[in-house]
């Protein structure tokens, strides 16, 4: 009877659910929304945060919480964070934000942020902290006066930063100025106008050094890990101003004493340059370093890494290395400045170029030509009634082989000028590694006022004979000759003349292996 009962039941439970079943088959099904919801999808910053010990920063992160916000917990190591900012309760997205205050000993930071939504579900994600000892650093923008700027922090030039007249900047050996990215209008450098001055005194040991912000050098370094030779364009350059006599005409081919310098809109009167006074002192540049500069301030137009429009024989420029510029390294705008072991490298245009009857002396100079360089020396004469010659004396010139625009000088518009104890290697064959005279520079030449002397050129496997990379005269290819009448130029397997390259020892070029 026991045994029939069991049977009886298990039929009835059976039929049971049988029909239960059949009855559901067109119902829809219950969506189990805990079961289906994601995890909070969170994001941290994504570089590095920089602070200085004991002081603090606000971390922002951002995420979505599709199954609604609840709560956010906050860790920290090398120092403390406290909320500062969440989202709403419910609220399926959002941003998340602490303060962080740093510790007292430098090294590596985190911020860990776990975010919890209304169905218990977590997701947690860090951000990055180096905590150093070095000060923020400090930004510039505009005009600026008299003033020290110290190596114990890094200055940011923020669009132009200009030093008034009558105002001095002085930066101190061993200090980093790093310029912001912008173009046109927004291109940074640094300015001196006429009447300001400039002292920028490094060593060799701690040299000055303007970089872009992108590059990651860091205070009591010589120079940064990320960045190549190939870097350029990333800020501005550096533009000194002064009342020293050009060669310039206006538009309607009148004599000028004054005018505006290339890359400062006409209508900022800070960028007049030129005078009456070659003695003029815009202040002293030694053992600077300017890299990765040159950015576009138009169509087919960039700074110079150093440019000197007018500028005085009172100013002191020895030591500075200009390096991965898109335009020139250096250029004269006429005045009567010296300037001794003076270095350009890779530059996109030309290295050394010189205007508007420039009258100084350069010597002991060093021009390392890039991939995409254009001329070694550009050397143009006087635009105006105004004559003066400058002398070109101990200078080496290395080119690049493979590069076919590569040139080792273009003497150009009457250029007038000494020239001697020069020494050239490594550029490429005739017709592209040329010694050239254009725009009536060979009527100076054959009026003794453009002169050679003592000029050694390493050939070029392919050419035969000095006269191939030697200008036209007369409508043939003539060596060039001295006053006495004998060679001015001679090819060589060794160099006796040129630059004594251990004066660059010191330099970013130096370091990245490309003096030899």
Known sequence: MKKLFTLFTLFTLTFFLFTACDEDDNTTPVVDTDESTDSPQL???????DIQVGTAVDIKFSGAIPGGFKSAEWAATGGTAAQKAVPNAGATDGTFEATFTAGTTAGAGKVTLTVTDAKDKSSTVSATINVTTDPAPVNYTGFVTTQTWKADRIHILNNKVVVKSGNTLTIEAGAIVKGSTGTGSLASALVVERGGKLIAEGTADKPIVFTGTSDNIKIGEKMGTNLTVDDAGLWGGILILGKAKISASDSEGKDINETQIE????????????????????????????????????????????????????????????????????????????????????????????????????????????????????????????????TLDVVTLIGIGGTAKSEIADFRKKAVGSNKNIYASNFPPAGDGDISLSSGSDGTYAANTLTFDKWEVKLNAADSDILNICPEIGGTRTMLNNASGSPAITAVTTATVGTDLSGFDWTWTKAKGLIN
């Open 43 to 49: 994001v941290a910053p994504g570089a590095v945060v």
């Open 263 to 390: 890359g400062i809109p006409a209508s900022d009167t800070y960028g007049l340059y030129g005078g009456s006074d070659d003695t003029d002192n815009s202040g002293t540049l030694k053992y600077v370093s300017i890299r990765h500069g040159g950015a576009l301030i138009g169509e087919g137009n960039e700074i110079n890494g150093l440019t000197l429009g007018g500028v005085g024989s009172g100013t002191k420029i020895s030591y500075v290395e200009v390096v991965s510029n898109k335009d020139d390294g250096i250029e004269f705008f006429g005045g009567a400045v010296d300037c001794d072991y003076c270095l350009t490298t890779a530059h996109d245009d030309d290295g050394i170029d010189i205007d508007q009857s420039y009258s100084g002396k350069i010597t002991n100079a060093l021009v390392v030509q890039g991939a995409g360089s254009d001329h070694a020396l550009e050397i143009d004469g006087p635009e105006g009634s105004m004559v003066a010659g400058y």
